[in-house]
């Protein structure tokens, strides 16, 4: 099996999606509104992507800023019609004010997903108790894969529980991939590869003009050859 490290890119649009597969992504986050780091974005949108390339794309579902989930009903009626658009692979996670995780939320839109493979998002890093966490999300199906830095301001400081968690891997609450974003660098990308993360994910990192402007593939290459 190929240790090759996945690179996962953000993309709003299809201009973006297809600058990021021709910089060498493996795949892609598709959200919009990226002022309230990333909500659900438009079926118009993914249908639009989803023709334009043909690398797997994890679509967000989020309705609103912050870590609430808001009304479930809606979360759940997003899902349905993204998976009649074609949608196969997702992102979320909700908390509850305490910062626990909102269970009936996430089962609720997981139970529509019905077998689609899924993300839970930065809300980890939000969370009060990640390891609780991990625990009671242990059994839902399809969960693959955590995007975390480790800590809410970034992989910088976030970095020591990051190598903790990839140093747990295969324990209960912990056999799903660890997928480093959230204030990454390429000066991040040694320590954590020693470590045996092999999933990276990456936004503003690949538009060095800004958010305003569309995705580099320069920019995307040279992560991609900095990950071998």
């Not at 974005?41 to 609430?68: K, N, Q, S, W």
């Not at 609780?132 to 480790?150: Q, S």
Request: net charge negative; charged share 25%.
């Amino acid at each position: 099996m190929s240790n090759r490290a996945l690179l996962e890119v953000i993309a709003l649009d299809a201009e973006d999606a297809i600058a990021a597969q021709a910089g060498g992504a493996d795949r892609l986050e598709l959200v919009t509104d990226m002022a309230a780091d990333g909500l659900t974005p438009p079926r118009e949108t993914f249908a639009a992507i989803r023709a334009a390339v043909d690398i797997p794309l994890r679509v967000m579902i989020r309705r609103t800023d912050g870590f609430a989930a808001g009304p479930v009903d809606l979360l759940v009626e997003q899902a349905r019609a993204l998976r009649a658009e074609g949608a196969r692979e997702f992102v979320l996670g909700f908390l509850n004010p305490d910062g626990s995780p909102d269970l009936a939320a996430v089962e609720a839109v997981v139970a529509e997903l019905d077998g689609c493979p899924w993300t839970f998002h930065r809300a980890i890093d939000r969370a009060a108790d990640r390891d609780h966490l991990r625990k009671a999300l242990a059994d839902l199906p399809c969960l693959d894969t955590y995007l975390t830095a480790g800590s809410a301001t970034g992989v910088d400081a976030g970095l020591p529980t990051l190598l903790a968690e990839a140093a747990r891997g295969g324990e209960p609450g912990y056999g799903a991939r660890i997928l480093v974003g959230g204030g990454l660098t390429l000066a991040h990308l040694p320590v954590l590869r020693e470590a045996g993360v092999d999933a990276f994910h990456i936004g503003g990192a690949a538009r060095p003009s800004g958010w305003d402007r569309p995705v580099s593939p320069a920019a995307v290459a040279q992560w991609r050859t900095a990950l071998g």
